[in-house]
C-alpha cells in the first residue's frame, strides 16, 4: 500500500515539473520569417502591381552594400506587399534578380506583408532586374496581375518587372514599356494603286522594324498572298513612328480597283527589349486578333467603281420610300434583303411584313417601296437593308462609307478604344435607318 502511495506521489511530481518546464519554454516570435502564410487571412482578388512596394532599393535606385569589408555588394531588396502573401511561392523560382548563383534567400515576414532577400551582386556598374512571375500567390492562392487588365492571363503577360543598379551604369535605365500600334494604313477606297503607302503605327521608336516587315502580309479579295517588295521603315511622325512599306511602279502589286487586305500579326512583334507590342487597350495578352486592314485601290477606267451607297426613306402614303444614290440590281431587293423591325435598332420587339417592290418610274430615281398596311400610327420602325444589295454594275451597298461594298465588318475592333478607324469598321455594311409612319 505505501509502496502505490509512493509511485503515485512519483508520477505527479513528473507530470508538474513537465507542465512547469514546457510552460517556461520559449514563446514563438510572431515576427520570426517563415514560409507561412498570414493566419486566417483570405483574400478574394489577385493582387495589383499598386500593391508590391519596392522599398529598398527604389524602383531605378541604387543597390545599398551592406558590408563594405567584403567583396563585391552585399545587398538586400525589401519589398511590402498589400496582401498576405503564400510564403512558399516567394522564391527564387517565382522571383528572379540579378544575383551571383545561389547566394540569394528569401524571408518572408507575414504579419508585416514583407519579403526580404539578401544576396551577392558583382559590384559592376550595371542595371539589374528583378522579376515577379505568375507562380508568386497571395494568401488566397491568387496571382499578380501584371498587365493590369483584371484577369489572370499566366506568364509571362501577368509577369512584373523594374530595375535597379550597381555601381554607375554607362546607358539609360532600360525600357519597360510595351510597344504599342495606335494606327494603320491605308484604310478605305480610293488608295492610289502605282504607289500605294502601306503603314503600321506605334507610340514608341524602338519597336524592331524587322519583325513588323516578317510578320506583314497582303492579300487580295480571294485570298492570295502579294509579295511587298518595298522594306519597311520606321518613320517619326508627330510623337509616333510609323512601319512603312511605300511600294511603287511596277513593283506594284496591286491591280486597278482591286481589294486587298493589310494584315500584321502582333502576337509575334516585339521591341529591341523584348518586349511584346499590345494592340490598344487590348493590352499585354495572348492570342491578340490579326490586324486587317481593308482597302480598295482607285482605277482611271471608265465607268462606275463607286460602290452603292444609300440615301434615305420617307413614309408617303401607306408606303416607305427608300432611295439610293446609284442604279439598282433589282433582282437583289427582295425579302431577304429588306425588312422592317419594330422599335430601334438593335431593340427591336418584333417585325412587320410588306410587299417590296417598284414601279418603273422608280427606276430613274434608284427607290424602292415597302407597304406599311401593317405597320401601326406613331410606332417607331427601322428599316435594314442588307449589304447584298447591289448596283446596276455589281458594286455592294457600302453601309459604313470607307469605300468599300459588301463587308461582314471588324468585330474584334470592337474590343478596342481610339482605334482610328473604329467608327468606320466595326459594324458590318447593312444599313438601318429608323422611320415613323
Known amino acids: 500500500m505505501k509502496l502505490n502511495r509512493y509511485l503515485l506521489l512519483g508520477t505527479l511530481l513528473l507530470l508538474g515539473v513537465g507542465l512547469i518546464l514546457g510552460g517556461c519554454g520559449r514563446k514563438d516570435n510572431p515576427f520570426e520569417p517563415n514560409n507561412s502564410v498570414g493566419q486566417g487571412v483570405t483574400e478574394g482578388d489577385l493582387l495589383p502591381v499598386t500593391g508590391i512596394t519596392f522599398v529598398q532599393p527604389g524602383p531605378g535606385a541604387e543597390m545599398i552594400d551592406l558590408d563594405a569589408t567584403k567583396a563585391d555588394i552585399q545587398g538586400e531588396i525589401v519589398i511590402l506587399f498589400s496582401k498576405y502573401m503564400n ?18 534567400t528569401f524571408l518572408y515576414y507575414p504579419e508585416e506583408k514583407k519579403l526580404v532577400i539578401h544576396g551577392t551582386w558583382t559590384a559592376a556598374g550595371a542595371w539589374r532586374k528583378i522579376v515577379f512571375k505568375t507562380g508568386v500567390r497571395t494568401a488566397a492562392g491568387l496571382p499578380i496581375d501584371g498587365n493590369k487588365n483584371g484577369k489572370a492571363d499566366g506568364s509571362p503577360y501577368d509577369d512584373y518587372m523594374k530595375y535597379y543598379y550597381t555601381g554607375t551604369p554607362t546607358t539609360a535605365e532600360p525600357d519597360t514599356t510595351h510597344p504599342m500600334l495606335t494606327g494603320a ?11 500605294p503607302l502601306l503603314y503600321f503605327v506605334f507610340n514608341c521608336q524602338d519597336v524592331d522594324t524587322n519583325l ?5 502580309t497582303l492579300v487580295d479579295s480571294t485570298g492570295d498572298t502579294k509579295t511587298i517588295k518595298s522594306g519597311g521603315v520606321t518613320v517619326p511622325t508627330a510623337g509616333s513612328w510609323r512601319v512603312r512599306f511605300h511600294p511603287t511602279a511596277p513593283d506594284s502589286p496591286l491591280v486597278k480597283n482591286g481589294l486587298y487586305y493589310l494584315q500584321l500579326n502582333l502576337n509575334n512583334v516585339q521591341d529591341t527589349h523584348a518586349l511584346k507590342a499590345t494592340w490598344l487597350n487590348y493590352g499585354y495578352v495572348p492570342n491578340l486578333p490579326t ?3 481593308p482597302f480598295r485601290v482607285d482605277t482611271d477606267a471608265a465607268g462606275d467603281y463607286t460602290p452603292l451607297g444609300y440615301s434615305n426613306c420617307a413614309v408617303s402614303g401607306n408606303e416607305l420610300l427608300v432611295w439610293f444614290n446609284d442604279s439598282l440590281d433589282y433582282s437583289t431587293i427582295n425579302a431577304s434583303t429588306i425588312k422592317v423591325f419594330k422599335g430601334s435598332h438593335p431593340n427591336y420587339t418584333g417585325q412587320i411584313y410588306g410587299r417590296i417592290y417598284h ?3 422608280d427606276v430613274a430615281v434608284n427607290q424602292f417601296r415597302f407597304t406599311l398596311e401593317n405597320a401601326e400610327a406613331g410606332q417607331t420602325y427601322t428599316l435594314w437593308v442588307a449589304r447584298t444589295v447591289k448596283d446596276n454594275n455589281g458594286l455592294y451597298l457600302d453601309g459604313n462609307g470607307n469605300g468599300i461594298g459588301g463587308e461582314a465588318g471588324q468585330p474584334d475592333w470592337r474590343n478596342i478604344t481610339n482605334w482610328g478607324y473604329s467608327s468606320l469598321s466595326n459594324d458590318p455594311d447593312d444599313m438601318y435607318d429608323t422611320f415613323t409612319p
Open 212 to 216: 513588323v516587315k516578317a510578320n506583314v
Open 359 to 361: 414601279l418603273q418610274s
Open 185 to 195: 494604313g491605308p484604310y478605305g477606297g480610293g488608295v492610289a494603286w502605282d504607289a
Open 87 to 104: 510564403g512558399a511561392t516567394l522564391n527564387r523560382n517565382n522571383i528572379t534578380i540579378d544575383v551571383q548563383n545561389n547566394t540569394d
Open 291 to 293: 490586324i486587317r486592314i
